[in-house]
């Protein structure tokens, strides 16, 4: 086997990588060592700032295939009938920073990056359906409260109850969390989800609205706290064991893409607000369509390069895909690629794991770290008369109607925060319930009273059996007649 030789960045080939230059056997290092300095200067710049979310995570490549027709709604190349795109897909918990266990009760990212010939669509989803908020406003504050403490340095779960029971809209996402879905057996036993209200456009640059769905092949498999809690004392990186060596192993783990189609004349007739991510369209009345099916089936040949330098964005749209005025998502679309611009930096998107599969073309300049090789032009701005890229009209979109006072309206007033969670909670078996009822308990222990109180009112405008099911194993008295006269 022929040998290869290390070398330092420069490239100059290291004579001794065992022993630092130093005045005689016992005496100090010489500066000169460039090749000790570059190597320990190098150690302290391996860091990036971690995400400041959904920081643990996990990511695999694989092939996203569309089985089914759907070009009736959309025209995106990457999502015609037979067509193949490379993928990469990161899971990740939340709250917890780079070194935390994977299996806490905790919402899973389900980030996804699909490189087509018209761009990078990235469709950064959860395990959930919904979510916490409903403005973008609030993500910060709830953020807070799922970080660590700014004194005592530990989680509070006094903020967090603190919070969701001043925010009611958060129920539907709680409801979830504190069920048996709130802790999977890994990241190849849950769904994914878009979550948001995305839009469509077809060849006839009609617009239609979507909501994407990936159900797990695997099935879903979820652990009690108990089964986590022994799980994480033996093994803290239980979700990446799993998905890693099923991959290196041969079991390709599958997800069947499936869409819910709303059209424009539906959305102004809906009881709920389709643009509300605290709401799920009814299956019933929007029912879920087969599109394709995702195969994660090649692991990444080195974490930080190909996982923590990963960077993906609501953003990322090709034509025949596009936004929706749901309030999250458009203040998700500032956030990502600023966060990315500060956490890998201003040219994120030409590193390999990131950089488009089809060529690109624009007129951003420079900065650090400006790494690709450009090539001579006179056209370094647009328009010019020395060539150079132009647009493409064909990209862009139908206009959308839009109408109202520019204002701040309270999305709380009037809003039915409690008939879906409500309904969620009517569809868990008995078993279900009762974990649901022993897993909030749980999380509320040392919580105030007045804290816990005023959830429960929450929980008994949903369903009163779930407040009183959580008032007693708490083992406290819950009246619901105050309520009920309101
Ligand atoms: C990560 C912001 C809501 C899913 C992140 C990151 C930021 C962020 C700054 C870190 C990005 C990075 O450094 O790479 C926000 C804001 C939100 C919001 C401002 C609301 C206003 C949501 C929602 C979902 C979601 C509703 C899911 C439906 C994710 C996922 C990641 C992430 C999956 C990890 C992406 C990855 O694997 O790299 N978010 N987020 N976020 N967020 Fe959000």
């Avoid at 420069?10 to 130093?22: C, M, R, T, W």
């Avoid at 990963?310 to 690629?337: C, E, H, M, T, W």
Wanted: with cysteine; proline share 7%.
């Amino acid at each position: 086997m022929t040998k290869t030789i290390l070398t330092t960045t420069a490239g100059a080939p290291v004579a001794d990588n065992q022993n630092s230059l130093s005045a005689g056997p016992r005496g100090p290092l010489l500066m000169q060592d460039y090749q000790l300095i570059e190597k320990l200067a190098h150690q302290n710049r391996e860091r990036i700032p971690e995400r400041v979310v959904h920081a643990k995570g996990s990511a695999a490549y694989g092939v996203l295939t569309i089985t089914h027709d759907i070009s009736a709604w959309t025209k995106a190349k990457a999502l015609q009938p037979g067509a193949t795109s490379e993928v990469l897909l990161r899971f990740s918990t939340v709250a917890g920073e780079r070194g935390a266990a994977d299996a806490e009760r905790d919402v899973r990212g389900f980030a996804l990056k699909v490189y087509t010939e018209e761009g990078n669509w990235d469709l950064v989803g959860n395990n959930t359906p919904v979510f916490f908020i409903r403005d973008p406003l609030k993500f910060p504050d709830f953020i807070r409260t799922q970080k660590r403490h700014p004194v005592s340095n530990l989680r509070s779960p006094t903020a967090m109850w603190d919070f969701w029971s001043l925010s009611p809209e958060s129920l539907h996402q709680v409801t979830i969390l504190f069920s048996d879905r709130g802790l999977p057996q890994g990241y190849r036993h849950m769904h994914g989800f878009g979550s948001h209200t995305y839009s469509f456009v077809n060849a006839a640059n009609e617009r239609v609205w979507v909501k994407f769905h990936f159900k797990s092949q695997q099935g879903v498999r979820t652990w009690t706290n108990e089964e986590g809690n022994a799980v994480i004392a033996g093994d803290r990186e239980s979700a990446q064991r799993d998905l890693f060596e099923a991959i290196e192993g041969g079991d390709y783990p599958r997800w069947t893409l499936r869409v819910q189609i709303m059209t424009e004349a539906q959305a102004r007739q809906t009881a709920f607000d389709p643009f509300d991510l605290t709401k799920v369209w009814p299956h019933a009345d929007f029912p879920l369509i087969e599109v394709g099916v995702l195969e994660l089936n090649r692991n990444p040949d080195n974490y930080f390069a190909e996982v923590e330098q990963s960077s993906f964005s609501p953003s990322n749209i090709v034509p025949g895909i596009g936004f929706s005025p749901d309030k999250v998502l458009q203040g998700r679309l500032f956030a990502y690629a600023d966060a990315h611009r500060y956490r890998v930096g201003t040219h994120y998107e030409a590193l390999p794991v990131n950089r488009p599969r089809c060529p690109v073309n624009h007129y951003h300049a420079d900065g650090a770290m400006r790494f690709d090789a450009p090539k001579r032009t006179e056209a370094w701005y647009e328009p010019s008369s020395f060539g150079g890229p132009v647009e493409a009209p064909s990209a862009a979109e139908p206009p959308l109607p839009l109408h109202g006072d520019a204002d701040r309206f309270d999305h709380r007033a009037g809003n039915d925060d409690y008939a879906q969670p409500g309904a969620l909670f009517r569809l868990m078996s008995p078993a279900q319930q009762e974990a649901l009822f022993g897993n909030i308990a749980a999380a509320m222990q040392g919580v105030p009273e007045a804290i816990v109180r005023r959830q429960l009112v929450h929980f008994h405008r949903a369903d009163p059996a779930y407040a009183a099911g959580v008032a007693l194993r708490l083992g406290i008295a819950f009246d619901a007649a105050p309520i009920a006269a309101e």
